[in-house]
């Protein structure tokens, strides 16, 4: 039983779906639906309010309520309109006739589009187009009446003002507006309007000739007067170029005249300015000379502290280095002969204990041994000791010259005999060896020498 509800209420809502679509009307932009059958209000033109029983839609679709309503469609497109209005009297009574063309169309400002409506709705486009060019052909025969064909031919513009505003007030009140007029054309039948050309043609062939022949005669008398003014001009122009020249004379001698003296005055500068520039540039030498002795100068200085730095690191630097070597050297091995020492002793302490006996035993041999060392020196003679000295020279001198067999590297500064130097100053410290000896020991070597030649001469001469 839910069902068929269901599909009463469907039934019904798409029935009334058909009946609104079959009732909805539509129209497109150019045309208007006119719906009768209900009241509305409108507004008129002067502004009064009335109750109508029709009511609009321009373009687009409304819904028209079935067996209340009816709909009507009214064109709002542009309408052509072709005027003639033949025989028609001017101001002058000259008949012609005139051919002109015009659109109008329906005003769509809602108070006059009512109007078109009330008006037209029966009657269509057709009826349109020919109350509109009823109403315009009148408009045109007054306005023909009042102008002259002359003004009608040459002022069309002027008479297409004056037509639309003549029916603008007769279109508004039948709710047409009048969008476009011109006039085409306008004839007459006695030949008026081609006389004129002809009067005009001849006036233009008239003055035609009284322009040339005005022409030729200015003409003649403007070549008279330009031959005159030539004449004029042409002596004027030969008195001012005499006079110019005259001038260019005066004034050529004149600039010669300041050219000779400038000229002399240039040598004269000239000769000034060269001596001076001379003099500047001897000035200038001088001055280079002294300054370049100066920078010479300062240059030999600094040559003499460079030598002096170069032989400071050279020469002294490293000598004092070889010095402090040799000292740090020397005191190094004194350290390690003491800390060896020191270690023996250590040594010899530690086994003291142990080796008692033995040392004794040592001590006892070296004593004696020490004992025979001393009857032996005691019975050594002068002789004796001085020929253990000499043997010992050859020690010393190697002593003397063990450092420089330690230097791996030796640079002379100065002088080209700086090896010869150096052997000499080497020989030199040896020569000081006697001496040194004789303060040590009292034993003069230089006697003792000179006394072993004096011997072997003594005794070479005894062999002979």
């Given at each position: 039983m839910s069902y068929i509800i269901y599909i009463v209420v469907a039934l019904i809502i798409v029935l009334c779906f058909l009946i609104w679509a079959m009732n909805f009307k539509k129209v497109g932009p150019s045309s208007v639906l006119v719906i009768s059958g209900r009241k509305s209000v409108v507004t008129d033109p002067d502004g009064k309010r009335r109750t109508v029983g029709?009511?609009?839609?321009?373009?687009?679709?409304?819904?028209?309520?079935?067996?209340?309503?009816?709909?009507?469609?009214?064109?709002?497109?542009?309408?052509?309109?072709?005027l003639k209005c033949p025989e028609v009297l001017t101001s002058q009574g000259v008949l012609i006739s005139a051919e002109a063309q015009a659109q109008v169309k329906p005003s769509t400002a809602e108070p006059f589009l009512h109007i078109a409506v009330e008006n037209f709705l029966s009657k269509g486009s057709s009826g349109m187009s020919f109350v509109a060019q009823e109403v315009l052909e009148g408009h045109m025969r007054g306005i023909l009446g009042t102008m002259t064909v002359e003004e009608i031919y040459s002022n069309r513009e002027e008479f297409a003002e004056?037509?639309?505003e003549s029916a603008r007030n007769d279109f508004s009140k039948m709710g047409l507006e009048l969008i476009s007029?011109?006039?085409?054309?306008?004839?007459?039948?006695?030949?008026?309007?081609?006389?004129?050309?002809?009067?005009?043609?001849?006036?233009?062939?008239?003055?035609?000739?009284?322009?040339?022949?005005?022409?030729?005669?200015?003409?003649?008398?403007?070549?008279?007067?330009?031959?005159?003014?030539?004449?004029?001009?042409?002596?004027?122009?030969?008195?001012?170029?005499?006079?110019?020249?005259?001038?260019?004379?005066?004034?050529?001698?004149?600039?010669?005249?300041?050219?000779?003296?400038?000229?002399?005055?240039?040598?004269?500068?000239?000769?000034?300015?060269?001596?001076?520039?001379?003099?500047?540039?001897?000035?200038?030498?001088?001055?280079?000379k002294l300054l370049e002795k100066e920078l010479q100068s300062k240059i030999e200085e600094k040559e003499v502290l460079r030598r002096q730095l170069e032989l400071r690191s050279n020469v002294t630097l490293p000598a004092e280095a070889m010095k402090e070597q040799s000292r740090l050297e020397a005191e190094a091995d004194?350290?390690?002969?003491?800390?060896?020492?020191?270690?023996?002793?250590?040594?010899?302490?530690?086994?003291?204990?142990?080796?008692?006996?033995?040392?004794?035993?040592?001590?006892?041999?070296?004593?004696?041994?020490?004992?025979?060392?001393?009857?032996?020196?005691?019975?050594?003679?002068?002789?004796?000791?001085?020929?253990?000295?000499?043997?010992?020279?050859?020690?010393?001198?190697?002593?003397?010259?063990?450092?420089?067999?330690?230097?791996?590297?030796?640079?002379?500064?100065?002088?080209?005999?700086?090896?010869?130097?150096?052997?000499?100053?080497?020989?030199?410290?040896l020569a000081q060896l006697p001496d040194v000896v004789e303060n040590l020991t009292g034993i003069d070597i230089k006697k003792i020498v000179k006394d072993k030649l004096v011997e072997k001469k003594e005794e070479k001469g005894k062999e002979e």
């Open positions: 029709y009511r609009l839609q321009v373009g687009g679709g409304t819904f028209v309520m079935p067996l209340v309503e009816q709909v009507d469609v009214f064109p709002i497109e542009v309408l052509p309109l072709s004056k037509v639309i007029f011109s006039l085409k054309d306008i004839t007459d039948s006695q030949g008026y309007i081609k006389s004129l050309g002809a009067r005009r043609i001849a006036e233009i062939k008239r003055d035609a000739v009284i322009a040339q022949a005005e022409t030729e005669r200015d003409s003649q008398i403007q070549s008279s007067e330009y031959r005159k003014q030539g004449d004029i001009a042409r002596l004027k122009a030969e008195e001012e170029l005499a006079e110019a020249t005259k001038q260019f004379e005066i004034k050529r001698a004149e600039f010669q005249k300041d050219v000779n003296l400038k000229r002399a005055e240039a040598d004269v500068s000239y000769d000034l300015e060269r001596t001076r520039i001379s003099e500047e540039l001897k000035r200038k030498e001088y001055e280079l004194a350290y390690k002969k003491e800390l060896e020492a020191k270690g023996r002793a250590a040594g010899i302490r530690l086994e003291g204990n142990a080796k008692a006996e033995a040392m004794t035993i040592i001590g006892s041999a070296e004593a004696k041994s020490m004992l025979e060392k001393a009857k032996a020196y005691k019975e050594y003679t002068d002789k004796a000791l001085q020929e253990k000295v000499i043997d010992k020279l050859p020690e010393l001198a190697k002593a003397v010259s063990e450092p420089l067999s330690k230097v791996e590297k030796i640079i002379m500064v100065g002088e080209n005999q700086g090896a010869s130097k150096l052997t000499s100053q080497v020989a030199s410290v």
